[in-house]
């Protein structure tokens, strides 16, 4: 049925392929070690992780997400608040994938948990969804963001050319494919560096936000809750462009294979991540309003930078700087964490053979890496940012939820499978609700986006049965999937 495994083979070039049951192990797998060959090493440490997880997740959000939340829930009070309650909710979500992370130790996050909980067919619609639409479309959100910062010391006084930024985009995108597939430590210590350049950037916002409050300026926080109410249209838009600020912390169980004693650095990193980006950002939306009111929030096309013009002076200019460092950083740990999955799945048999290759010199999956840059500059030269923003959203959070639902199912299916770290059953059953319910809403408030989105998705049944069931296929059609 599924894809015959590849043997162990040292070619000519610079890949080594996956050993005789179809799997590259990992460091600590077990299995003895065999001449030539190559894997993933653990070089992910605990403030690797963290790194990661900070990195990935306080990208463009925290700049963007501002006006789709305000814009959805009608209210400075009911904008903080969706804004707190999804990082509960991502908190929740993260507990749960570390415990599925120190019970299930294979790299490919979402991928390896619907395939050890439901079996193929859902993990091949997942891995499908991922490549076509989730990745490139979430690579190409972020990569705008990047761009429109980076040129706005450049254009104060008008407004940027949408082809100069999407070129300059381009050229982001590039960056990160390259360093991604150079070497596993340098984007490692660059993602470090970038984390630090993120907090520094929030907390340039954070620090005269809490001058403000101390000065009095309050005006904007009084009848906080007054204003538009709140729609059943809107709320699950509101939280979608929330929950899109939050993403990112799953991306280190994607690369499990790689992180240095898995059961005590995944929960840790996961704990210390979600925190300090919760506080900061709350924090940061109270520093906005102490200067920008609600209207001129809506207005602006680059809050924080509309920020700092009002309080900084000449300084303001570094703003942008940092925020496109912090976009570039979400990219770069985006594109680390998830080439694993897609090194993982075509290990697994799902794609294609050339991305379980790994770089023999380099120890990167460059295939893997590469596969993407692509489709993403496609998304990027034919999306709008927003639109894209929902319509990756639907695929995304149904899986998610769907791999919070496979942990309670393992409960049962698997209560003897060693659980190092452990959450109470409740916390499971509230953010797989969460998730389902808010999709399933989406497709009443945006049909359209979240209708192609649930389209696209459903391709990924045939294109199992086509690609991956079917035996009988031409001689050709087998050379094209590298079999």
């Not at 790194?51 to 305000?70: D, N, R, V």
């Not at 790994?358 to 030269?381: D, Q, S």
Request: charged content about 15%; aromatic content about 12%; some cysteine.
């Amino acid at each position: 049925m599924f894809r015959k495994a590849a043997v162990t083979t040292v070619s000519n070039g610079s890949y080594l392929q996956g050993q005789a049951n179809g799997r590259l192990p990992s460091v600590d797998s077990g299995q003895p070690a065999q001449e030539g060959k190559v894997v993933l090493k653990k070089k992910v440490t605990l403030l690797r992780g963290i790194s990661i997880i900070i990195g990935t997740i306080i990208g463009a959000g925290i700049f963007i997400s501002p006006k789709g939340i305000l814009k959805n829930t009608g209210s400075v009070g009911m904008s903080l608040t969706v804004w707190t309650a999804c990082g509960i909710l991502s908190l929740f979500g993260a507990l749960c994938y570390a415990e599925l992370g120190t019970c299930i130790k294979k790299s490919g996050g979402h991928y390896t948990y619907i395939l050890e909980a439901f079996g193929p067919l859902p993990a091949f619609v997942r891995v499908w969804v991922e490549l076509l639409i989730i990745r490139p479309a979430a690579t190409a959100v972020i990569s705008l963001a990047f761009g429109r910062y980076i040129l706005e010391p450049f254009f104060m006084q008008c407004e940027i050319p949408e082809l100069a930024i999407k070129l300059i985009t381009a050229v982001g995108i590039t960056l990160v494919m390259v360093l991604n597939s150079t070497s596993v430590s340098w984007s490692a210590r660059i993602q470090i560096f970038l984390t630090f350049c993120k907090l520094v950037a929030i907390l340039i916002i954070i620090v005269p936000g809490v001058i403000q409050l101390i000065k009095g300026e309050t005006q904007h926080f009084k009848n906080a809750f007054a204003g538009n109410d709140a729609s059943v249209m809107g709320l699950p838009l509101a939280f979608y462009s929330g929950m899109y600020a939050y993403s990112g912390w799953f991306y280190l169980n994607f690369v499990t294979e790689e992180v240095e004693n898995p059961e005590k650095n995944i929960p840790l990193a996961i704990c210390i991540s979600m925190i300090i980006v919760t506080v900061g950002y709350v924090l940061t939306n109270v520093a906005y309003f102490t200067t920008i009111s609600a209207g001129e929030l809506l207005l602006s096309k680059a809050v924080a930078v509309t920020f700092a013009e009002r309080l900084m002076g000449n300084f303001s200019l570094a703003v942008p700087v940092f925020v496109a460092l912090s976009c570039f950083g979400s990219m770069n740990g985006g594109i680390f964490a998830v080439s694993r999955m897609f090194f993982v799945a075509s290990r697994e048999g799902h794609l294609p053979e050339i991305l379980s290759m790994i770089h023999v010199r380099k120890h990167t999956p460059l295939p893997a890496v590469i596969v993407l840059h692509p489709l993403t500059m496609i998304m990027l030269f034919n999306g709008d940012l927003y639109s894209l923003l929902n319509f990756l959203s639907f695929a995304r959070w149904l899986f998610i939820g769907l791999v919070v639902a496979g942990l309670i199912y393992l409960r049962y299916k698997r209560p003897d499978m060693p659980r190092p770290f452990k959450v109470p059953l409740f916390i499971p059953a509230l953010f797989s609700f969460t998730c389902l319910f808010m999709v399933a809403l989406s497709l009443y408030s945006d049909p359209v986006n979240t209708g192609i989105g649930f389209a696209i998705t459903l391709t990924g049944v045939p294109a199992y049965y086509l690609f991956i069931v079917w035996d009988k296929k031409p001689k050709w059609f087998r050379k094209l999937l590298g079999k």
